[in-house]
Nanobody, 124 residues
Framework: QVQLLEFGGGLVQPGGSLRVSCAAS????????MGWFRQVTGKEREFVAA????????TYLDSLKGRFSISRDNAKNMVYLQMNSLKPEDTARYYC?????????????????WGQGTQVTVSS
């Protein structure tokens, strides 16, 4: 069955860096757009970044450009989110998601599969 497993979250100080990872299985990973979303309790899930099936195209939430970087390794069925210069407002649960759509998917409704998330807390 389809499984997306996120890991690598944790507590980091403001200004620090963290890389979260997502291991995918149960579908043809190299044919799927992959995305990262984040959610704070009581708020809607927010698009963070997406990467095309080949890895050649990336899309970001405008406010995160330059600080966050999404990448994938199709040989390992992995997708990554590198987060730099972290701020307390980046604190959230980060979710990995997959979709077979070929156009750039930036809304939660466009994604077919979801992981359980990994918590990222930015605090001193």
């Amino acid at each position: 069955q389809v499984q997306l497993l996120e890991f690598g979250g944790g507590l980091v100080q403001p200004g620090g860096s963290l890389r979260v990872s997502c291991a995918a299985s149960g579908f043809t990973f190299s044919r799927y757009y992959m995305g990262w979303f984040r959610q704070v309790t009581g708020k809607e899930r927010e698009f963070v970044a997406a990467v095309s099936s080949s890895g050649g195209s990336t899309t970001y939430l405008d406010s995160l450009k330059g600080r966050f970087s999404i990448s994938r390794d199709n040989a390992k069925n992995m997708v990554y989110l590198q987060m730099n210069s972290l701020k307390p407002e980046d604190t959230a649960r980060y979710y990995c998601a997959a979709t077979p759509l070929e156009e750039v998917p930036t809304t939660a409704g466009q994604y077919a599969y979801w992981g359980q998330g990994t918590q990222v807390t930015v605090s001193s």
